[in-house]
């Protein structure tokens, strides 16, 4: 620690009145560890804070196995943290926090900025000159030569934290789609921000107060929307958002959305000029500009193939401008239903990737349950976090960088439940509320278990746009649905856990309103399908599959790139007609039409199956003891948050088999396994 006079500065190796120092600790760190920040800005507690930054910057190692660092300025009450994976320029100059030229403004970054050599040419014809090659030092100079209208001229995904001592200010941002996470905490004048919540946590002054009214979000949704999280005063930074705080402001506002926010997406090919054969070259040419950027690395780089259309067509891409085999990675199950490497290893056969398969047992699997808690801060209820997790775990054994096919379904319509909730909301609108009554009643009788074995063998016979896996943990959704008509209501219930009705009854409260309904609200007179793929995007997209990866990957110490995000993707994916996506009974028309350039068809046109596990089946088998350990009545009366013969009965119906709730129970399981954890 050094003393109050300062030290030795590691960049410019002046002596500097500030605490400014840096470790590398490369035999003491474990590999399985990627890039994260943290810091605070402070009137009153500089003194107990900078205690803490050294422990919460260490909270965030596995973000970040190759270097650390810490600054500090007692005068102004700002600490700065980092711990980084090297990707970019992997000598000591890329170290962070990094100081400007004149040691008045410092920098911690996490993410990548794709353009940063375009910048740096048009930086340096202004002036500025340049010690390392790395991303961040473009990204400093960006913002001293333009301020905050820098991150309009970023292409890539970040979460920064500037401190500008000219002025005296903390500067956090966001990109504008929420690929990298950004927490912070305001309260009584002090800030503080890091890359997870563990991070704010390792303050030891920060209370751990719980928001209730999060919980019950939670279980509706399987995550706590934006801004909010389990902990009061603690929020996420929205994407496209920033924050500016100095001793007498604090703000926030956006500094940019996503595209089709602005303007409503065509109805009608008249969108794009040329029709769909031009629009497919156009799209061919984005993603080839895309993928070439994001495949710079100083580092071994890979892909995500689950076999699906997304993944095999950016692994398709890499290929094709790389001028070796690309390295892929998927892993297996043993249950048919649940698994999809026999397809990515047809994938990869057929594009001559260099493939890596690993079959997982359920035992790997349940192993990892009980690092979740650990891994996502606050409850997080997507199972699929665990093959998340393994596929990671799996593809940092090889390479440090991976680019996946994240972001396709909320952009190019392929999800099941868009066209299915807007037929729903066609149809039921034009029958008579008594009829549907009807149906509900008639068919709420019809087990789960009956109706999966039906569909088994009716699916072969049915349209395309009908056909779905995992069917018997839809039926329920499908049931209730019969009770509403408005797009809204159908579409919450198609994404929800717990309902509205039942988590009222569960906790006590209703579900607070969020992003999902101003975002609805905001899309009124949209098109059914951009309506709903504009709320997937404010809402699921960011608060669930986004954190979903990156936690994951950063667990295993991988980072992962995701270039159907990229902004010059999804701007110009905002301005595809809904015809182009949408076609035949069957979504993401366009992108199918690109991967068909690359391989055949018959390699992908199979039903969605998405990268699920047997939550259903564990839950009556494998996690039963586990289950029934963490939900038992007398641990959760004396919780007392939730209505315990509720939560007895749903437990009771799914393991005799008469009724379906494996996506509740997991929401309650993890719940509960949060809570022992960190409360």
Same mark, same amino acid.
């Given at each position: 620690?050094?003393?109050?006079?300062?030290?030795?500065?590691?960049?410019?190796?002046?002596?500097?009145?500030?605490?400014?120092?840096?470790?590398?600790?490369?035999?003491?760190?474990?590999?399985?560890?990627?890039?994260?920040?943290?810091?605070?800005?402070?009137?009153?507690?500089?003194?107990?804070?900078?205690?803490?930054?050294?422990?919460?910057?260490a909270s965030l190692a596995h973000r970040g196995?190759?270097?650390?660092?810490?600054?500090?300025?007692?005068?102004?009450?700002?600490?700065?943290?980092?711990?980084? &994976?090297?990707?970019?320029?992997?000598?000591?100059?890329?170290?962070?926090?990094?100081?400007?030229?004149?040691?008045?403004?410092s920098i911690v970054f996490n993410g990548e900025?794709?353009?940063?050599?375009?910048?740096?040419?048009?930086?340096?014809?202004?002036?500025?000159?340049?010690?390392?090659?790395?991303?961040?030092?473009?990204?400093?100079?960006?913002?001293?030569?333009?301020?905050?209208?820098?991150?309009?001229?970023?292409?890539?995904?970040?979460?920064?934290?500037?401190?500008?001592?000219?002025?005296?200010?903390?500067?956090?941002?966001?990109?504008?789609?929420?690929?990298?996470?950004?927490?912070?905490?305001?309260?009584?004048?002090?800030?503080?921000?890091?890359?997870?919540?563990?991070?704010? &946590?390792?303050?030891?002054?920060?209370?751990?107060?719980?928001?209730?009214?999060?919980?019950?979000?939670?279980?509706?949704?399987?995550?706590?929307?934006?801004?909010?999280?389990?902990?009061?005063?603690?929020?996420?930074?929205?994407?496209?958002?920033?924050?500016?705080?100095?001793?007498?402001?604090?703000?926030?506002?956006?500094?940019?959305?996503?595209?089709?926010?602005?303007?409503?997406?065509?109805?009608?090919?008249?969108?794009?000029?040329?029709?769909?054969?031009?629009?497919?070259?156009?799209?061919?040419?984005?993603?080839?500009?895309?993928?070439?950027?994001?495949?710079?690395?100083?580092?071994?780089?890979?892909?995500?193939?689950?076999?699906?259309?997304?993944?095999?067509?950016?692994?398709?891409?890499?290929?094709?401008?790389?001028?070796?085999?690309?390295?892929?990675?998927?892993?297996?199950?043993?249950?048919?239903?649940?698994?999809?490497?026999?397809?990515?290893?047809?994938?990869?056969?057929?594009?001559?990737?260099?493939?890596?398969?690993?079959?997982?047992?359920?035992?790997?699997? &349940?192993?990892?349950?009980?690092?979740?808690?650990?891994?996502?801060?606050?409850?997080?209820?997507?199972?699929?976090?665990?093959?998340?997790?393994?596929?990671?775990?799996?593809?940092?054994?090889?390479?440090?960088?991976?680019?996946?096919?994240?972001?396709?379904?909320?952009?190019?319509?392929?999800?099941?439940?868009?066209?299915?909730?807007?037929?729903?909301?066609?149809?039921?609108?034009?029958?008579?509320?008594?009829?549907?009554?009807?149906?509900?009643?008639?068919?709420?009788?019809?087990?789960?278990?009956?109706?999966?074995?039906?569909?088994?063998?009716?699916?072969?016979?049915?349209?395309?746009?009908?056909?779905?896996?995992?069917?018997?943990?839809?039926?329920?959704?499908?049931?209730?649905?019969?009770?509403?008509?408005?797009?809204?209501?159908?579409?919450?219930?198609?994404?929800?856990?717990?309902?509205?009705?039942?988590?009222?009854?569960?906790?006590?409260?209703?579900?607070?309103?969020?992003?999902?309904?101003?975002?609805?609200?905001?899309?009124?007179?949209?098109?059914?399908?951009?309506?709903?793929?504009?709320?997937?995007?404010?809402?699921?997209?960011?608060?669930?599959?986004?954190?979903?990866?990156?936690?994951?990957?950063?667990?295993?110490?991988?980072?992962?790139?995701?270039?159907?995000?990229?902004?010059?993707?999804?701007?110009?994916?905002?301005?595809?007609?809904?015809?182009?996506?949408?076609?035949?009974?069957?979504?993401?028309?366009?992108?199918?039409?690109?991967?068909?350039?690359?391989?055949?068809?018959?390699?992908?046109?199979?039903?969605?199956?998405?990268?699920?596990?047997?939550?259903?089946?564990?839950?009556?088998?494998?996690?039963?003891?586990?289950?029934?350990?963490?939900?038992?009545?007398?641990?959760?009366?004396?919780?007392?948050?939730?209505?315990?013969?509720?939560?007895?009965?749903?437990?009771?119906?799914?393991?005799?088999?008469?009724?379906?709730?494996?996506?509740?129970?997991?929401?309650?399981?993890?719940?509960?396994?949060?809570?022992?954890?960190?409360?």
């Amino acid at each position: 620690m050094p003393d109050k006079k300062g030290i030795l500065c590691t960049c410019c190796r002046k002596r500097i009145p500030i605490c400014f120092y840096a470790v590398s600790w490369p035999g003491q760190l474990r590999k399985n560890d990627m890039c994260g920040v943290v810091g605070f800005f402070t009137q009153k507690h500089f003194e107990s804070f900078h205690r803490s930054l050294p422990g919460a910057t260490a909270s965030l190692a596995h973000r970040g196995p190759d270097d650390f660092g810490i600054y500090a300025d007692a005068s102004a009450g700002v600490g700065l943290g980092h711990r980084r &994976l090297s990707i970019l320029d992997l000598s000591p100059s890329g170290h962070q926090p990094m100081a400007s030229d004149d040691s008045k403004v410092s920098i911690v970054f996490n993410g990548e900025v794709y353009n940063f050599k375009v910048l740096r040419k048009e930086l340096e014809k202004a002036g500025h000159q340049f010690r390392s090659d790395s991303d961040t030092e473009v990204i400093l100079k960006a913002y001293l030569e333009w301020g905050t209208a820098c991150l309009g001229r970023f292409i890539g995904m970040f979460a920064l934290a500037i401190w500008d001592g000219r002025s005296r200010r903390l500067f956090l941002a966001r990109d504008q789609m929420g690929i990298k996470p950004l927490y912070y905490y305001y309260h009584d004048g002090s800030l503080i921000f890091a890359s997870e919540l563990k991070g704010i &946590l390792a303050f030891r002054e920060i209370p751990k107060a719980l928001d209730t009214g999060a919980v019950s979000l939670f279980l509706h949704y399987q995550y706590i929307p934006s801004p909010r999280t389990i902990y009061q005063h603690i929020f996420k930074l929205l994407p496209g958002h920033f924050l500016i705080c100095d001793s007498e402001t604090f703000s926030i506002r956006p500094w940019a959305e996503t595209p089709n926010a602005s303007s409503r997406r065509p109805s009608f090919p008249s969108g794009i000029s040329g029709g769909e054969s031009a629009c497919l070259d156009q799209l061919q040419e984005i993603l080839t500009r895309v993928i070439s950027d994001q495949m710079v690395s100083d580092v071994p780089l890979g892909a995500l193939l689950s076999g699906g259309i997304d993944s095999s067509l950016v692994a398709a891409i890499m290929q094709q401008v790389g001028s070796r085999p690309v390295r892929t990675f998927s892993i297996g199950f043993g249950e048919s239903e649940f698994n999809e490497a026999p397809w990515a290893a047809r994938v990869a056969s057929c594009l001559g990737t260099s493939h890596t398969e690993l079959y997982v047992t359920s035992k790997d699997a &349940l192993s990892a349950i009980p690092r979740l808690p650990e891994i996502y801060d606050e409850p997080f209820a997507d199972a699929s976090a665990i093959p998340s997790f393994l596929v990671s775990q799996l593809t940092r054994s090889h390479v440090t960088v991976a680019l996946s096919g994240d972001g396709g379904d909320e952009q190019f319509c392929g999800y099941t439940r868009y066209w299915a909730t807007r037929a729903m909301a066609s149809g039921f609108q034009r029958l008579p509320e008594s009829l549907r009554a009807w149906l509900y009643k008639t068919l709420s009788r019809v087990p789960a278990a009956f109706a999966g074995n039906l569909y088994n063998r009716l699916q072969f016979v049915l349209p395309s746009a009908f056909r779905s896996a995992n069917f018997p943990d839809k039926w329920q959704k499908l049931i209730a649905q019969m009770n509403h008509a408005d797009l809204q209501s159908l579409y919450r219930i198609s994404v929800c856990l717990w309902d509205r009705e039942r988590i009222e009854r569960l906790t006590g409260r209703f579900p607070e309103s969020s992003r999902f309904e101003q975002a609805f609200d905001r899309t009124m007179d949209w098109p059914d399908l951009s309506r709903l793929m504009w709320v997937d995007q404010q809402t699921y997209l960011t608060d669930a599959m986004l954190v979903k990866v990156d936690r994951a990957s950063m667990a295993a110490g991988l980072e992962i790139r995701v270039p159907l995000l990229d902004q010059r993707v999804v701007e110009f994916a905002s301005k595809i007609p809904e015809d182009f996506l949408f076609q035949g009974g069957k979504g993401k028309h366009i992108l199918r039409g690109l991967l068909s350039r690359y391989i055949p068809a018959a390699l992908f046109e199979r039903p969605k199956m998405g990268f699920a596990i047997p939550v259903s089946r564990w839950l009556r088998g494998e996690l039963k003891p586990m289950l029934l350990d963490y939900l038992d009545e007398g641990r959760l009366k004396r919780e007392g948050l939730f209505d315990t013969s509720l939560v007895a009965a749903t437990v009771s119906d799914h393991l005799s088999g008469r009724a379906n709730h494996p996506h509740r129970l997991w929401a309650l399981l993890m719940w509960e396994m949060w809570r022992e954890k960190w409360l």
